[in-house]
């Protein structure tokens, strides 16, 4: 979606709605609706969803590489 958004931009596609409101809300700071339907529910502006999604990202793989830690970010897990 994000190159497609990039081509529409660039003129090479045509700007559709759903591209439209994906640039709007990267515009804004804004988490769109596609990536809120499949990432951990936040009311963080865009750029903070994204450090808190790598942090998950991270705490998961280190459990994947390294086993299960001593401690649980829970809310790694859900949004409480």
Do not use: C, H
């Not at 979606?1 to 709605?17: F, H, I, N, T, Y």
């Not at 936040?42 to 942090?55: A, E, G, R, V």
């Not at 590489?65 to 409480?80: C, V």
Request: proline share 8%.
């Amino acid at each position: 979606m994000l190159r497609d958004v990039q081509k529409a931009l660039k003129g090479e596609v045509v700007m559709s709605e759903d591209l439209e409101v994906l640039a709007t809300s990267l515009f804004n700071n804004q988490v769109p609706g596609a990536f809120a339907k499949v990432g951990p529910l936040s009311l963080k502006p865009l750029s903070s969803w994204i450090t808190d999604l790598n942090d998950r990202l991270d705490f998961i793989n280190r459990w994947i590489e390294k086993g299960k830690p001593p401690a649980y970010w829970i809310s790694g897990f859900f949004f409480p």
